[in-house]
């Protein structure tokens, strides 16, 4: 029998392990240094605190039997979690609000491409992420944009684009949308479906105006500047504001012609409530995230609610297009220890214990086959090792560099 690997899983071997490491190490200095730390969550959560208040929808959740009747599934992500987590162990006082999370973790989604529950392959992915919990304001959001900038620049990614929308913005005006046409709509939006939406059947007033929205892309000026044309615009002058004033904010901090304002996006979890952003590269969505003001509440037990935002980066679309830039080889070892004969078995450990705990920290590894010296050397020489020492019962070790 085979043993094959469910549809949509994968093996990790060691130089993909290396170049993982490196973006994550280099992703955790970055959150470190502005002051965020780390938190873990159990990879398992009940159904229903994953889903909680519509956000995330059941379908894209793998779902187990725990004991009991208990539905738990394999979190799709980690906001809601760290969401649970904090809600009831913030307060108001100084000295615990804000928090500033960060986290480094596999997550689980369910993909149906036919749309047939029995074909959904799963799919494991890992993210690094952050959260910013109890932060509101233009310094909040600014500070999460100019923190991914900066994770950026640390994992050496240039060509990269943020599309930056607003939740809140757009969902406003989906609501001014006759209710039966507004999923269709969102749906266009989503899929930035111009097509689509041209062909709806939809009162003709609608769509002209569903078409206006999905046209608000492009350099922020410009789009601001289109914005302020619709009469419908003024009523929403608070939230335009806010994101005129995070746009100038980011093109002074040096983002100008990376950005991309998108007052369309809509994004896959429905927790959002401020501004949205996501960083393409190369047709990779490299990174997602955006303000969640009411999700606390939601795990509260009051319903207390506080203003956050958040982003991960994904790692498998980073170390795709990273993947030139990325250490090309795994850490070789530096000594290789041979016991050249069955009597020189125990010495051979012994020597290479001291040379590991040796001042350099080398790393140490032992020959196990008693294999001719040729062999040996050709082995030493295949695995990039650059000294052996060969370890002979009576005598003083020799150490041969290659
Ligand atoms: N959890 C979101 C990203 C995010 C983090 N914080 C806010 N949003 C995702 O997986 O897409």
């Known amino acids: 029998m085979v043993h094959q690997l469910p549809i949509g899983a994968k093996d990790l071997l060691p130089l993909d392990v290396a170049q993982k490491r490196w973006i994550e190490s280099r992703l955790q200095n970055v959150f470190q240094s502005w002051g965020y730390q780390r938190i873990i969550t159990p990879t398992l959560e009940r159904l229903e605190t994953l889903t909680a208040g519509g956000t995330v929808q059941p379908e894209s959740v793998i779902q187990l039997y725990g004991s009991g009747m208990d539905v738990l599934g394999l979190r799709p ?21 804000p928090q500033r999370l960060y986290y480094s973790a596999n997550v689980f989604r369910r993909k149906s491409e036919s749309g047939s529950p029995l074909l959904a392959s799963l799919q494991e992915y890992y993210q690094s992420g952050v959260e910013l919990l109890g932060g509101a304001g233009l310094l909040a959001d600014g500070e999460i944009l100019l923190l991914l900038a ?22 406003t005006l989906i609501e001014t949308f006759p209710s039966q046409y507004r999923e269709k709509i969102r749906h266009c939006l989503a899929h930035l479906d111009r097509i689509q ?12 105006r569903a078409l206006q929205l999905i046209d608000l892309r492009g350099r922020p000026q410009a789009v601001l500047a289109r914005l302020s044309t619709f009469a419908w615009a003024s009523e929403l002058s608070n939230a335009i504001n806010h994101v005129k004033s995070l746009v100038d904010l980011l093109e002074s901090a040096g983002f100008a012609n990376a950005l991309v304002l998108d007052l369309s996006l809509v994004q896959t979890f429905d927790y959002y409530t401020g501004i949205v952003f996501e960083v393409v590269c190369e047709n990779h969505v490299i990174a997602q995230g955006g303000r969640y003001d009411r999700l606390l509440g ?9 203003p956050s935002i958040g982003f991960c980066l994904n ?18 070892t530096d000594y290789l220890v ?6 020189a078995t125990h010495l051979a450990f012994v020597h290479a214990d001291q040379l ?25 020489r295949s695995r990039g090792i650059k000294q052996i020492a060969w370890v002979r019962d009576g005598e003083a070790i ?5």
């Open 298 to 306: 939601v795990y509260h037990p009051q319903g207390i609610t506080y």
């Open 356 to 380: 590991r705990t040796s001042a350099e920290r080398p790393s140490v590894e032992l020959e196990l086959a008693f294999r001719s010296e040729q062999l040996i050397r050709d082995y030493a």
């Open 315 to 332: 790692l498998e679309d980073l170390h795709q297009v990273l993947l030139t830039t990325l250490p090309q080889s795994t850490q070789t």
């Open 77 to 97: 992500e980690l906001t809601a979690s760290i969401a649970r987590a904090y809600a009831a162990r913030l307060s108001r006082e100084v000295t615990n609000c």
């Open 398 to 402: 020799a150490l041969e560099k290659l």
């Open 150 to 171: 900066e994770c950026l620049k640390q994992v050496e990614l240039t060509n990269w684009q943020v599309i930056l929308g607003d939740a809140g913005l757009t969902g």
């Open 338 to 343: 041979v016991p050249c004969t069955p009597q």
């Open 197 to 208: 939406l041209e062909n709806l059947e939809i009162p003709d007033a609608v769509k002209e």
